[in-house]
């Protein structure tokens, strides 16, 4: 289960998510979903590697939730 502190439409296809897991702040991406999530979701994800201009940070791949 993961809080999610904020969420945005990014290319109107896809949701850029800041989240906190198991009490630590992540950025997560979830491509093809538009729908807003609740405060508090179940979130099925894979790790993987933001590069961004230069800086690398861990983010989680969203490929669904329980709701």
């Known amino acids: 289960e993961v809080e999610v502190l904020s969420q945005r439409?990014?290319?109107?296809?896809?949701?850029?998510?800041?989240l906190r897991h198991q009490?630590?702040?992540?950025d997560g991406i979830w491509f093809g979903h538009t729908d807003p999530l609740p405060?508090?979701?179940l979130l099925?994800?894979?790790l993987d590697v933001n590069e961004?201009?230069?800086e690398r940070k861990v983010q989680f791949l969203v490929e669904?939730?329980?709701l």
């Open 44 to 46: 099925a994800f894979r």
């Open 64 to 66: 669904g939730a329980q």
């Open 39 to 41: 405060g508090r979701v």
């Open 9 to 18: 439409l990014v290319g109107e296809r896809h949701l850029s998510l800041k």
């Open 52 to 54: 961004w201009k230069g």
């Open 23 to 26: 009490g630590e702040p992540v």
